[in-house]
């Protein structure tokens, strides 16, 4: 690691995202870059370290070579190192153009497509430039610094949309059409009547209005020997009459009998059951001792992630128990790589920043998983929990661990036994919207 420039603190104001130094995100963007952009443009930005002793911020390098700097150079080795200068530039710009206040906190003015640094900070390591000093302006706010367009970067911006189409005219319905029956339907349906009602008075074996009927139908004559022939006739009609209604009132429909259900047999007798062996009880394991109480409440927490200098970001995940065993925190990202002990930093933002009780031993341990501001992605998120190595054996190990996102926090208590194999086991997932 090769030293390019110190700046003191005082003299540099940091800028920031979300609140957080950009300085301190170094090591996730680079990685970001990298895999975004390639190796060439990661190189551009020179690493910082602070120095509390000092008060200043050191700005390394990887690369091997002799550091020029930039203003120090030919016109001639500025013109062969310019287009290199602007493809890494180019390659951030399109790492970070998904959020414009990480490309702002850069440097970088989206609409003028100019990056704003002090001449000095340039260099030229071998043939690759390096810039110091970036992410941070003049304390005191002064304007020595200057502007270099991205002759590569900035492609024009997509064309207005159309104008959407008009909507289709509406096409009125048509009227309802009044129907109205035909004037043969109607004689056809009092017909039908006609014909119910004749039936109607024609059911039955008496019948219905025989004798008004007959008594009409013979006319009265002027003559006596008419009238008598007329009474003898009507007497015979109403004799003729009261024997009908005789017959109509013994004309009833017989009711069959209802059949006499046979007797049903009797049922056997069931067998009596043999005798059933009372159960041997089966021998009941040992039961295992109750877990310790759960570790101390949040305070003790953020007491123990401050005393390892833990990042706070978007999303954290941290694991805290109260022995020298060594377990182990892992979250799965959305786009499935896993951050652990063996993968500490991954392509998405995130980093394991404190891993304990693996080397050095401690009561009060704690390991902490985090995103910066800004960069965790939106998807689903897994937390597990391993206990790699047993220190302390007889009582389980509890733990607890506790997710914020965005300073809504939920907390997960649950312990390791020794009895329990190997191996990761799921603790929660949750979302990041």
């Known amino acids: 690691m090769q030293l390019l420039k110190r700046t003191r603190q005082t003299e540099a104001r940091e800028r920031g995202v979300h609140g957080q130094s950009v300085l301190e995100l170094h090591q996730q963007l680079g ?16 690493r910082p370290s602070r120095n509390q002793t000092t008060g200043e911020i050191l700005w390394y390098t990887p690369l091997e070579g002799t550091p020029r700097p930039w203003t120090a150079l030919s016109e001639a080795e500025r013109a062969a190192a310019q287009p290199r200068l602007d493809a890494a530039l180019a390659a951030i710009v399109g790492a970070v153009s998904d959020t414009d206040t990480l490309g702002a906190a850069l440097g970088h003015d989206p609409a003028t497509g100019t990056w704003a640094f002090v001449p000095s900070s340039l260099f030229l390591v071998g043939d690759v430039p390096v810039l110091a000093e970036w992410g941070t302006e003049a304390a005191d706010g002064s304007t020595t610094r200057v502007a270099l367009t991205n002759t590569v970067a ?7 949309p159309p104008p959407p189409s008009p909507p289709p005219p509406l096409i009125a319905e048509p009227p309802p059409v009044e129907r109205r029956w035909p004037r043969w339907l109607w ?12 039936s109607a008075l024609l059911r039955g074996c008496a019948p219905v209005g025989l004798r008004g009927s007959l008594e009409t139908a013979v006319p009265p004559g002027p003559s006596a020997a008419a009238q008598a022939e007329e009474e003898a006739l009507r007497r015979e009609i109403e004799d003729l009459g009261r024997r009908l209604e005789g017959q109509a009132d013994e004309c009833v429909a017989e009711v ?12 056997e007798p069931l067998p009596e059951p043999e005798p059933v062996p009372e159960p041997v009880p089966e021998p009941q394991p040992e039961p295992e001792p109750a877990p310790p109480p759960s570790p101390p409440p949040s305070d003790e927490e953020n007491d123990r992630l401050q005393r390892e200098g833990a990042d706070v970001g978007q999303v954290n995940v941290s694991l805290m128990w109260n022995n020298r065993n060594d377990l182990d925190l892992a979250v799965i990202d959305p786009s499935g790589e896993r951050i652990d002990f063996n993968n500490r930093a991954s392509g998405s933002g995130g980093r394991l920043d404190v891993d304990m009780n693996a080397r050095s031993l401690s009561r009060r341990p704690i390991e902490n998983i985090s995103w910066p501001a800004g960069l965790a992605p939106s998807g689903t998120y897994r937390v597990l929990v391993s206990q790699y190595e047993i220190r302390e054996r007889g009582a389980p190990t509890p733990f607890r661990v506790t997710v914020t996102v965005m300073g809504e926090r939920t907390v997960y208590d649950g312990f390791k036994s020794p009895s329990q194999p190997p191996g990761w086991v799921p603790i929660t997932e949750f979302t990041v919207p």
């Not at 004689?187 to 004749?198: H, N, S």
């Not at 069959?256 to 049922?267: A, I, K, S, Y």
Request: charged share 15%; no cysteine.
């Open 31 to 46: 990685a970001i870059i990298a895999r975004r952009g390639g190796e060439g443009a990661a190189a551009l930005l020179a």
């Open 187 to 198: 004689l056809l349906l009092a017909l039908f009547l006609l014909l119910l009602l004749a």
């Open 154 to 160: 900035g492609a024009a911006p997509p064309p207005p």
């Open 256 to 267: 069959p009998p209802e059949p006499v259900p046979e007797p049903l047999p009797e049922p």
